[in-house]
């Protein structure tokens, strides 16, 4: 997922759109606000206790901005579909990950390696079943997505732009990190997976889901749909922007470990016999809202909210 912004700031993106007002808009979290104010007040929780009044100050901001246009691609593939190739099922990973910084390889093998390999393998099973006659009644969308780690960039680039018509994707499964174990995990560590945004937008999504492992017996943990957690894991993978679009979703997690965003993101860290539990999960569950007669139904009220 892209990164929190416990102590960081962020700018706004640009469009570059000559009619947009491109001030630079700067996000703080409550750590750098802290950090910038404890210069003029004791603690930013001070700010917090004061009464509601007006101030007047005086205050002198310095913001150089240089801007470097670079392109990007998604890489989609489409499996067509037998009587309702004109419906998909989306399903969704990200390559990018950050590069380099200061000369060190940030590798990313789990985030978003694992999700990348996962899209490839499913797209690999499903060809293998068309192949031998028994493909999906959907098409599926094989999609990798760049930019999620800038701010989710080329999922809300597709989802503003479909090549396919959202109207007729019934769900997005978003696969993003699923390589490793969340060390604070309570449960059998090797047979969880986090599952995210499947009690929103669709009634159907969170009963196919839970019939779906009957079979595969996982560990479904529910915690991060909670709308007060902390973490907003909700708003921080591509599956969001097909939520903004009305489109039901899962997001598939591992949880946080001490590699996430750093260079240790190693591939010798993945566990494998985990990761192929989690993807056939997947897989059946794609294979499910591929194959069933009706598209999810969208009867829960959007409530997406902002990122």
Do not use: C
Not at 222 to 230: I, L, S
């Amino acid at each position: 997922p892209s990164a929190s912004r416990n102590g960081n700031m962020y700018m706004k993106k640009s469009t570059g759109n000559a009619q947009e007002n491109n001030v630079p808009v700067i996000s703080v979290s409550y750590q750098a606000a802290a950090s910038i104010l404890t210069k003029m007040l004791p603690t930013y929780t001070s700010l917090k206790e004061v009464k509601i009044a007006t101030y007047n100050t005086n205050a002198n901001i310095s913001i150089n901005k240089s801007t470097n246009n670079l392109e990007s691609s998604n890489v989609m593939g489409l499996l067509e579909g037998t009587d309702k190739k004109d419906e998909y099922v989306i399903l969704t990973g990200h390559y990018d990950h950050l590069g380099m910084r200061d000369g060190v390889i940030y590798y990313g093998a789990d985030d978003d390696g694992s999700g990348t390999v996962s899209v490839i393998q499913m797209a690999e099973a499903f060809a293998e079943a068309k192949k031998n006659g028994k493909g999906p009644r959907r098409s599926i969308l094989f999609m990798t997505v760049s930019g999620e780690e800038k701010g989710l960039w080329g999922s809300e680039y597709y989802a503003a732009h479909p090549v396919y018509p959202l109207a007729k994707a019934t769900v997005d499964l978003n696969t993003d990190m699923v390589g490793r174990i969340d060390p604070l995990y309570k449960g059998d560590s090797m047979n969880y997976v986090y599952t995210i945004g499947e009690d929103k937008l669709s009634s159907d999504l969170q009963k196919i889901t839970d019939s779906i492992n009957i079979t595969a017996k996982m560990q479904l943990d529910r915690r991060y749909n909670d709308p007060k957690d902390p973490n907003r894991f909700y708003y921080r993978s591509d599956h969001y922007n097909f939520a903004k679009m009305g489109v039901p979703i899962i997001f598939y997690f591992d949880g946080v470990h001490k590699d996430y965003h750093r260079p240790t993101d190693t591939v010798e860290k993945i566990n494998f016999d985990l990761m192929e539990k989690r993807v056939r999960l997947i897989f059946n569950t794609a294979w499910v809202m591929a194959n069933r007669e009706e598209m999810l139904k969208r009867d829960l009220p959007l409530n997406a909210g902002t990122r």
